[in-house]
């Protein structure tokens, strides 16, 4: 393991050394990247293109964030701006999530494309499928180059989560359960993945190991106490994912999601492009709010509200809000 971290520091140092004209373009893709768009672009987009596979999506993601009790942290070399001031964790979040929710999209839409009789040709198929791919290689290529630029990963960390994204996605394809789970299972999956991170947690500290011990070294010896973020810890990781769960089975069990996302207006293509809309300026509306940092336990507790809050809102109050706006306009014409 020494020899595995001591090539990761000579991997983050000739990045940084040799690739400095191209530290604007990958923290671009660093933010390509975040877990969060999948809360505030991803999940709203493909939630009213394919209600079906942002439910994979979702649970993998979900799944995957709640080892984050499980992650432990190091200090780096040299943080740039916009880094931080110790690792991430083992495998990289952002690998993780970018490589299933593009994943699950690009599969999607080769199964999309290969029902559409334009495309079923074998050649305009073939050269579609190789054209994915190769976006999906060089964004996932990008974002793990990026995170070992910044710091906050070692190379072997985003190389696991580039290949547990991938296969977790996978692996969830093959579970057609999940989309039909009920509001109880949704509650059962949050106690049981709370009580396991809990438990893990306190017998690390029964065998006297610290799982936040970074966070007190690196708000010890961090240049700059910016770069040390709240958010980054595993807890803030458990329950933002924890509120993203509940939220989401709250919403497609809810009567709101069946009324106006399975009624007949949710196949127009006008429902879905004003529900989009809706959905872009009510998260845009979210990532206003501030989280307080001063109390942790608060910070928890809103961050729970809030991941909950989104995807009730999105697949939930804002299809249903949609779905009464057009129905009062068809009303009228009648």
Known sequence: ???????????????????????SFLSFMSTVGDPRNIFSIYFP???????????????????LKSNAITKYHRKVVNPVP??????????????????????????????????????????????????????FWVIQISVCLS???????????????????????E???????????????????????????????????LLDFDPLWSVVKAKKWCANPDWIHLDTTPFAGLWRNLGALFGLGLAVNSEMFVQSCKGKNGSKAAFKLMCVAASLTFLQLC?????????EALFYFLSFCKSASVPFGVAAVVLYCVHLLIRDEERKLS
Not at 5 to 18: D, K, M, P, S, T
Not at 178 to 190: E, G, M, P, T
Request: charged share 10%.
């Open 147 to 169: 995170r070992v630029y910044i710091a906050t990963h070692f190379p072997h960390q985003v190389i696991l989560g580039l290949i547990a994204g991938m296969l977790v996605a």
């Open 171 to 205: 692996v969830f394809d093959h579970i057609p359960s999940i989309y039909r789970a009920s509001l109880k299972s949704y509650l059962q999956v949050n106690v049981f993945l709370l009580s396991f991170a809990v438990c893990f947690y306190l017998l690390l500290k």
């Open 45 to 63: 987009l493909w939630f009213h293109l394919n209600n079906t596979d942002i439910f994979s999506f979702r649970f993998v993601e979900i799944l």
């Open 287 to 295: 990532d206003l709010i501030k989280m307080p940092t001063h109390n």
């Open 82 to 135: 916009g880094g931080f001031c110790f690792c991430a964790g083992s495998p990289s979040g952002h690998a993780m999530g970018s490589s299933c929710v593009w994943y699950v999209m690009i599969t999607s839409a080769l199964k999309f494309a290969s029902g559409v009789s334009s495309v079923r040709s074998s050649q305009r198929f073939h050269f579609l499928r190789s054209f994915l791919w190769v976006t």
């Open 1 to 23: 393991m020494d020899f595995t971290h001591r090539f990761g520091v000579l991997a983050i140092q000739h990045l940084q050394n040799n690739y400095r004209e191209y530290c």
